[in-house]
């Protein structure tokens, strides 16, 4: 379901890690996923079951509209905004407010997956920033 | 009289105030719903609603939204 060039690993703990991040620095943010590259959930705000199912029908259409597979969609309506996004072999879905900011969230979204891609949790920059303090 | 400088600044915060105000009312009023594909190399497609693939798209994402629920309180 994520992009078929890469394949990336990463465990249920830090997508865990990397989803309560992503909670504490959106505060628009409603709910979100973490999807392996076989569209098996890592992390989820809620029944990870339904998650599954339901980002594998969006990215199906999304990759139905077009030759080549889509990278993120952003669906916008009056209940709220869906954002996803595949990157480094796995995809992130998040759900929020009306009006909340594309390129930060899509942005955020794609450091997420970069970090947890590279055996991080995610929190990238922050967790470098947090141990160097510490040491 | 000259007005004094805290005035003078004040009356410029709140005119920038009034203006991002009023251009978050209008964003409101007149962005409709839409649904927006990115591919590969920076290309975009939009999607309406009241095509085959573009209502497809709506439901998937009303799927979502309704398994996100609303937004937690802190």
Known sequence: ?135 | MPPKPHRVLLDRVSGYADEAAAYMRRRRAFRRPFARLYYGGGRAEDHAGDTELGGELFVAAGRLIELAGKRPKP
């Open chain 1, 1 to 135: 379901m994520p992009d078929g060039a890469t394949r990336a690993t990463a465990s249920g703990d830090s997508a865990e890690l990397a989803l309560g991040f992503l909670a504490e620095m959106s505060p628009d943010l409603r709910g979100a996923a973490i999807l392996d590259g076989d569209g098996g959930v890592l992390a989820a705000t809620a029944d990870p079951e339904r998650w599954e199912e339901d980002v594998a029908a969006l990215f199906d259409v999304g990759d139905r509209a077009g030759e080549e597979q889509v990278e993120q969609i952003h669906i916008g309506t009056e209940q709220g905004e869906v954002f996803a996004l595949r990157h480094a072999g796995l995809a992130a879905v998040a759900v929020t407010e009306r009006f909340a900011l594309a390129s930060l969230t899509f942005f955020d979204l794609r450091m997420l997956l970069r970090d947890l891609a590279a055996g991080g949790d995610g929190r990238g920059r922050e967790r470098d920033r947090d141990e160097a303090d510490a040491s």
